[in-house]
């Protein structure tokens, strides 16, 4: 994409041609789907409704985040309330592409019901280039199904529209910037959310795990970054494993599980290095994740692969 207000011009004729009626659309938070919100919303004014799907498997403070760069992008955007029925899906579930396969369609479903009640046919989604490289084409073989890639079953009613399917993540980031969207300072975050960094069962109590260890990395990570210790990295995070491990409580053994912590240095997420982080960081870490978590948390592991022969990701 050589000229932004081109392209623009383009995505809206190409919009308006692709939907007639109205339209709903996928809004996650990540760049990727608040642009293609707000060209649809140029796009088709009122015939748009935009919503961001509360999953359950979001991380602590999400929504408020969310809102606040909604807000900043002046997108109108609805909460739906649904981790009862994404949880539940999920529940017991391990295998990542299977936990992948029923978030697409609790979405898919959640999604017809809005539509409906909008009056809408048809579903705008941020896929971009890399979702579907990755996802396995012509070109390259299955890596994993991202959730929002060929998510919509045969005999779904709504008709899968993607303005900005052929772009690269750079040209997303000039595209936002020449649409007033701010630079999230924010790393992104799966669409299948917390599911994917509860490794093996699903279950209500892991994801709160899962939740709280994620919380604590942040919040370590954000604050060396603001004291100069550390680079912002491109995604720092932590992975719940379904290891039985042995640690110790006052004077018993006493088994939990394992966390593994990932800060990932990369550009555009399709390699990426494993970062360095001061020992005093890593040790932070360690320790309020096995006080906070004790119980259920008794070791704390950082990860060291770079991408590949690693992914990002666990799952
Ligand atoms: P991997 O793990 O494949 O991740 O190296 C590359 C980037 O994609 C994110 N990711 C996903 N995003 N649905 C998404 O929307 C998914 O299923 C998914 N899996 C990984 C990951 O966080 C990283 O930014």
Not at 34 to 50: E, F, K, Q
Not at 227 to 238: D, E, V
Not at 266 to 294: C, F, H, K, Q
């Amino acid at each position: 994409m050589k000229d932004p207000a081109k392209f623009v011009d383009e995505a809206l004729a190409a919009i308006r041609a692709a939907v007639p009626g109205k339209a709903i659309v996928a809004a996650s938070g990540g760049i990727d789907s608040t642009a293609a919100a707000v060209l649809t919303h140029r796009a088709l004014g009122d015939r748009a409704r935009s919503l961001f799907v509360d999953t359950g498997l979001l991380r602590a403070n999400e929504i408020a985040l969310v809102q606040g760069f909604f807000a900043a992008s002046q997108l109108p955007v609805t909460v739906v309330p649904a981790a009862d029925r994404f949880l539940s899906t999920l529940d017991g579930v391990s295998d990542p592409e299977e936990k992948r396969r029923r978030i697409g369609t609790a979405f898919i479903r959640l999604f017809e019901e809005e539509a409906d009640k909008f009056g809408a046919d048809r579903l705008v989604q941020g896929t971009i280039a890399p979702d579907w490289i990755e996802s396995g084409g012509s070109l390259r073989d299955t890596i994993k199904t991202h959730h929002n890639v060929g998510g919509v079953p045969k005999d779904s009613r709504l008709t899968l529209v993607e303005p900005l399917r052929d772009l690269y993540k750079d040209e997303v980031r000039m595209l936002s910037a020449h649409l007033g969207i701010p630079h999230p300072e924010r790393q992104p975050f799966p669409g299948p959310g917390l599911a994917v960094r509860v490794a093996g069962p699903i279950s209500r109590a892991r994801v709160e795990t899962a939740r709280v260890a994620n919380a604590i990395v942040e919040e370590e990570v954000e604050a060396a970054i603001a004291a100069g210790k550390l680079a912002r990295p491109w995604q720092y995070f932590a992975v719940l494993l379904p290891v039985r491990t042995v640690g110790v409580m006052g004077d018993n053994r006493v088994y939990g599980e394992a966390v593994s912590v990932r800060i990932v240095e990369s550009n555009d997420a399709m390699t990426g290095t494993a970062a360095d982080p001061p020992v005093e960081l890593r040790r932070r870490i360690a320790e309020r994740i096995t006080r906070t978590l004790s119980g259920s948390v008794t070791r704390v592991l950082y990860d060291i692969t770079d991408k590949p022969p690693a992914t990002i990701e666990w799952e």
